[in-house]
């Protein structure tokens, strides 16, 4: 439980950091070091201080207290470019890409000025670069073209660019897949195994056990000690995260009716990245789609939304509806959840009350005014229903953690009486475990009241208990079903990687230019 | 890269078709006095633009830079007084430098370290300048030493040598922009100033540098408006907005991080241009205005052309023909 003073070893130590965002202390006296060739994970619920803790270490934020040593210096100044040249390599959550430029610009930039290439070599530098991580992505290619998986991988791989005695990891699964996720694991384990001391924050429990020597567990700001990996289980871990024994938990699924009234129906849908679809859900149902990421699930959860061009048809209750805009989607009932919350769905400046009630002005308004009274009445219930954690509904909810962000986003189609379908794309994604059941739970709610549901999701444990049936999709097509009393963690697993076999089994085909 | 060069051919065949087809109707416009006084007259809107386009280029604008022109004419007609000779000129030059890289870092401190938004903060830079022009010449009055404006515009045959250096200038500012380390990573700043923050680039540093190389470009311009003008008049600037349109015409990105030199530098030229011929079909100076503005508009559209298409193409693409960044599984 104690933490010993910095010793020699420690790539990583940081000592006594407390930092507060205004009234918000993010952290309190918090410890933690990393020894080299060491991995070392860091969890926490949502808004626990693991990205703070993070951004102070890597020199993006200024502690308001305490003290980092990288490699055994001190970090005097706190700018990114200082931690750096310590010899500090992070890859951030939300990544460090410039996303007009090329990937081989990128990784151009993201090497310390005095280690770069000529800039006329960039090109084949970034090519060699990317081979020595196994990475399979154009150099020419803009970074804006990249699928999430391969933007989240390029982060890491920029992070080892200069070569760090320490490696900071934040959240870097989130968008990857499970092969991807093994393929980033042995990335890792390599680094260790060459000395580098590894700082791994992440939210899925049993990949962090899988890889890590030690964990250190953080709790509202204040750290709740650190473990051998080997002496904790995961329902330790939760319980001291969330300060109560819980398990990562379902809401009850009733029986649906055999013939359930059809409410969402695809025929013959293909886009850029998809196609053709057919498919049907119906009422009351949730239907989870699953597959190794960039496999076309997100561009034809987001064609069925309107925000993404596709051709074909769909129907929502019965009658074909416009999928040229998401205008024609959002008048049928059908309503997107977009797993980018930050850039598609919330205006983070705005307070969380205009957040959730932005669609549903007009039924609020009186003679064109709208009064903040039946605002706040509007989603007060809501509020609670979904224990958003905020201190008022008029905070910016940009101030808020992303699982309860996220949480705001679902009041959305609570309150709007017309919705038939709700399409959610990585509904729980970068959200606590705690946050997680009331999220599932307000899906499920949603379904009973007769909705038709679609979850795309990249973390099959949630699609296995959340969904009444799960589609499995490959090369943008639908390659399995697989029926409740079939559904678990393992059986998608197997169809994913079973379907990928058969997908790349004709030689040639699927290869890289 | 490719699309980069969209601008400089527009602008150039813009620039050779309105000389000659004024050329056709008006012989006089191909003579080299006219060509010469096209020139010179380009000067001051070429210098201030280039300077606005690096602002552009890292997410900023800057509208003070007319009021800092103004600024330098008038400081001119106390420094560069007809009196004076010789090398008893160079501190008064240097004095409207100086008055330039004071109102860049000033510039500087108000967006970085007050966080104002660049156009609020320039917009009360002009304030504060013009007040001061005012203050310091309340008329035209004070005349500019004339050994300095022959430098200026000194030429061989009808080529002012400031004009080639203009464009030397421009290109080898697209050559550093597009060609190396630091300019590379100006654009990665104007583009997204977290990542590159996060990337350990002096973001700072780098604003800073851009604003006081617009106010610096500015404070030169004002040494070629004082040529022209020849007094302290404190009314005299007005090409904050046409540099602006320039930096546009020329290729600048308003959300920073796109943006060419020398298309820059042809844009503010064919403006001239258009300000130079008008008088000789006899057309009020008025549709200059307007003709430019239209300009502006029908360029913005045909520049984000080739990515509308692009996207166009891209959601026509049947799955069979599936994108190259399709990861394999």
Redesign the interface.
């Known amino acids: 439980m104690s933490i010993p003073g910095p010793v020699s070893s420690d790539v990583l130590s940081v000592r006594g950091l407390s930092k507060a965002f205004g009234a918000v202390q993010a952290l309190r006296d918090v410890s933690i070091d990393c020894r080299a060739g060491e991995i070392h994970a860091l969890v926490g619920e949502n808004g626990s201080g693991k990205s703070t803790l993070l951004g102070i270490a890597s020199g993006?934020l200024a502690p308001d207290e305490g003290t980092v040593d990288i490699g055994g210096r001190r970090l005097r100044r706190h700018?990114?470019?200082a931690a750096?040249r310590l010899g500090l390599g992070?890859a951030?959550q939300d990544?460090?890409?410039?996303?007009?430029?090329s990937v081989a610009?990128n990784i151009?930039?993201?090497m310390?000025?005095d280690a770069?290439p000529p800039?006329g070599r960039m090109q084949s530098w970034a090519e060699e670069t990317l081979a020595t991580f196994k990475l399979?992505?154009?150099v020419t290619?803009a970074t804006s073209?990249?699928?999430l998986?391969?933007r989240q991988l390029l982060e890491v791989a920029?992070a080892l660019l200069t070569r760090p005695k320490v490696l900071l990891l934040d959240e870097p699964t989130t968008a990857l897949g499970p092969?991807a996720v093994e393929h980033l694991h042995t990335l890792v384990l390599e680094q260790a195994r060459a000395g580098v001391g590894i700082v791994y924050v992440s939210h899925r429990l049993p990949e962090v056990l899988a890889v890590a020597d030690r964990l250190t567990v953080l709790r509202d700001g204040v750290g709740q000690g650190t473990f051998e990996a080997a002496s904790v289980s995961e329902d330790g871990l939760v319980a001291l995260m969330i300060g109560r024994p819980l398990q990562v938990a379902f809401p009850e699924r009733a029986a649906l009716p055999e013939e359930a009234e059809v409410v969402l129906a695809v025929s013959g849908l293909?886009?850029?990245?998809?196609?053709?679809i057919d498919l049907v859900v119906r009422k009351g149902e949730i239907l989870g789609i699953a597959g190794?990421?960039?496999?076309?699930q997100v561009q034809f959860l987001r064609a069925l939304a309107g925000a993404e061009?596709a051709t074909g048809s769909a129907s929502c209750g019965g009658s074909a509806y416009e999928m040229h805009s998401p205008l024609g989607p959002l008048r049928a009932g059908v309503v997107l959840l977009s797993g980018d919350r930050r850039s598609d769905a919330l205006f983070p400046v705005l307070s969380v009350r205009a957040n959730a009630t932005i669609q549903i002005l007009r039924r609020l308004a009186r003679a064109g005014v709208v009064g903040r009274s039946p605002e706040r009445r509007a989603i007060a219930d809501l509020v609670e229903r979904l224990r958003v954690r905020m201190g008022s509904t008029e905070q910016p909810i940009q101030s808020l953690s992303g699982g309860n962000q996220q949480k705001v986003s679902l009041i959305r189609p609570f309150l709007r009486g017309d919705v038939k379908v709700i399409l959610a794309e990585e509904p729980t994604q970068g959200v606590d475990v705690g946050a997680r059941f009331d999220i599932y739970e307000a899906l499920r709610a949603k379904a009973a009241e007769g909705l038709a549901t679609v979850v795309k999701s990249s973390d099959p444990l949630e699609l296995a208990g959340l969904c009444d049936r799960v589609v499995v999709m490959?090369?943008?097509?639908i390659v399995q079903e697989i029926p409740r009393h079939e559904l678990g963690e393992r059986r998608i697993v197997e169809a994913i990687v079973g379907s990928?076999a058969v997908?790349?089994a004709p030689a040639g085909e699927?290869?890289?230019? | 890269m490719r699309r980069g060069w969209l601008p400089l051919v527009l602008m150039t065949t813009l620039i050779v078709a309105l000389g000659a087809y004024t050329e056709a109707r008006q012989s006089v416009f191909l003579s080299k006095e006219n060509l010469n006084s096209l020139l010179i007259e380009a000067m001051p809107l070429v210098l201030v633009s280039l300077g606005q386009a690096s602002a552009l280029l890292v997410g900023g604008f800057d509208v003070s830079v007319a009021a800092l022109m103004t600024m330098c004419v008038v400081t001119a007609s106390f420094t560069m007084t007809p009196t004076m000779s010789g090398l008893a000129l160079l501190p008064g030059a240097l004095a409207l430098v100086a008055v330039g890289i004071a109102t860049g870092v000033f510039n500087a401190v108000l967006i970085r370290v007050l966080r104002l938004p660049s156009i609020v903060a320039t917009l009360g830079t002009l304030s504060v300048l013009e007040g001061a022009s005012l203050l310091l010449r309340s008329f035209p009055q004070g005349a500019i030493n004339t050994d300095v404006t022959n430098v200026l515009t000194s030429a061989v045959s009808f080529i002012p040598l400031a004009f080639v250096g203009v464009v030397l200038l421009a290109a080898l500012g697209d050559l550093w922009l597009y060609?190396?380390?630091a300019g590379?990573?100006l654009?990665?700043v104007g583009?997204?100033e977290?990542?590159?923050?996060?990337?350990?680039?002096?973001t700072g540093r780098t604003v800073l540098l851009a604003f006081v190389v617009c106010s610096v470009m500015a404070s030169i311009a004002g040494f070629y408006l004082a040529a022209e003008v020849q007094v302290g008049s404190p009314i005299v600037g007005n090409q904050a907005l046409e540099s602006i349109a320039a930096a546009v015409l020329g290729g600048a990105s308003l959300a920073g991080?796109?943006g060419s030199f020398f298309g820059t530098m042809l844009a503010a030229l064919f403006l001239t241009e258009i300000n130079n011929v008008l008088p000789l079909f006899q057309q009020p100076a008025e549709y200059a205005d307007m003709t430019i503005g239209v300009l502006i508009l029908l360029a913005l559209v045909l520049y984000q052309a080739p990515e509308l298409i692009a996207r166009f193409r891209?959601?026509?693409?049947?799955?069979g023909e599936?994108?190259?960044?399709?990861?394999?599984?």
């Open positions: 993006f700018s990114p470019a750096r992070i951030y990544y460090s890409h410039v996303l007009d430029l610009e151009y930039l993201a310390p000025a770069r800039y399979d992505i154009s290619a073209s990249l699928s998986a391969e920029k092969d293909r886009g850029e990245r998809f196609g053709p190794a990421e960039g496999n076309g061009h490959s090369r943008g097509r990928r997908a790349t699927g290869a890289h230019p | 060609r190396t380390r590379l990573a654009r990665a583009l997204d977290t990542s590159s923050r996060r990337l350990g680039m002096s991080g796109k891209a959601a026509r693409r049947r799955p599936l994108p190259a960044e399709m990861p394999a599984g």
